[in-house]
């Protein structure tokens, strides 16, 4: 009877042996298909959002390029995910250049600004030196800038510039940062300056979340005007080169959005509309092309190591 209890046993553990042994190469392969769709986004519900075309709203100003009179958005304006975002990467030179034109150059002063984004950085190399993002290439430089924290993390930081002699000469800065940023994840990234004799700011925000850089000073009173020939992820500042990775929806306004803006624009998502229309001077979706959406026809000129993404969205979280 013992012997027989055995025998049952070793043959109901042969038989599972075999069960596994038929069945646990299938169930790999099972685990490894799923694995490999689960990284390419098929299971991400922002796979089967529905994604607008390039162009699909933009802002449109009847008395022309400029011009602030019954202005409006037009087409789908609901924050409609993109089709595309632009990548490039940490060798990338010149990835948008925006040349001069009267339509910025007019409606563009050194005493406020706005520059609001969607950035993902991936590949940023150098610690110790400030890469380039979005940034104004004139004599004095102003901007947006990617620099590292540590091998985890990313910080952001932005810089006004300004002379006390005239023509970019004796030259300072005012600036802020905000640090701790994860790598491959999509950040509302905006850039805000404002000169008022005794009530001056510069701050940096991250996801609606600002980190304020504040003084009072009357001087110095000839800051650097903004707007001459404008460039996204380039590199023409000090040698540096650009950050790595991918940029969305830069919008570029003439004033400073106050905190509260800032947060509804970030709660638009990254396929948000313009907020402030009357001061907006160039919206770039970066939905496919580099064209420019406020109505003003500061289209940008594309490098050629410039590529737009259309599986943009595993990183990308709404807010």
Known sequence: MHRQAVHLRRNKAQSAMEYLMTYGW???IIAIVLAALFSLGVFNPMAYAPKAPPGACQVFRPNGPGTTFYINLEGICNGELPQYTMAFSNTSVHGVIVQQSPSMSTAWGGGSWTIATWFKETALLNASTGRDLIEENTGCTSGLWVG???VTQFSVFTIQ???SGG????EGAVSAGYGGLPYNTWLFVVSTFHYN??????AICVNGVCNNSTWTSDSPSDYAQYGFTFSINDNDCCSVRSPGGELANVQLYNTSLSQQEIQALYREGIGGAPIDLQNLVGWWPLNGNANDYSGNGNNGELNNVVRFDGNWYPDYTPP
């Open 161 to 163: 510039w300004y002379s």
């Open 148 to 150: 590292s924290s540590s």
């Open 26 to 28: 299938a169930i790999l």
């Open 197 to 202: 004799p005794g009530n001056s700011w510069v």
């Open 167 to 170: 023509a970019c000469t004796n």
